[in-house]
């Protein structure tokens, strides 16, 4: 009987470190900067401040992140749980947990950086709905 206990009671504890909750946030940028490119022959002849976006984003794991932005759905992925990137053209950098000093906002640093497209970096916040 104490076999049993012990097995139902470890498998219990491990389930409670893989099992992660989804957290959904807002994300607002704050600043963009970057460069226009609509010119083919002067495709980055000066900087340029581009409108904010509006996005969500879903913490599935500590590694794993859904960001939904003007018709975009994808996830993107970390191996140390605060730099996300989708291996193309996207990354969003997350400030550590130990350094917000509210659980319910995150602040970020994002990129696009496509050849031949709009290149720029944007800086916000993003609160828990």
């Known amino acids: ?27 607002v940028d704050e600043r963009v900067t970057g460069y226009m490119s609509s010119d083919i022959e002067k495709p980055f002849e000066k900087p340029v401040i581009f409108k904010g976006e509006k996005f969500k984003v879903n913490f599935i794991t500590n590694n794993k992140i859904k960001m939904i932005e003007n018709g975009y759905d994808g996830e993107l992925v970390s191996k140390n749980g605060f730099f996300f990137t989708n291996n193309f053209d996207t990354t969003v950098v997350f400030q550590p947990l130990k350094w917000e000093k509210n659980k319910n906002t995150r602040h970020y640093v994002r990129s696009h950086t496509l ?7 944007a800086q916000g916040k993003c609160d828990k709905f």
Request: negative net charge.
């Open 1 to 27: 009987m104490k076999k049993i206990f012990v097995i139902i009671f470890l498998i219990f504890f491990n389930c409670n470190n893989v099992i992660a909750s989804e957290d959904v946030f807002y994300c």
């Open 115 to 121: 050849p031949g497209d709009s290149l720029y970096v």
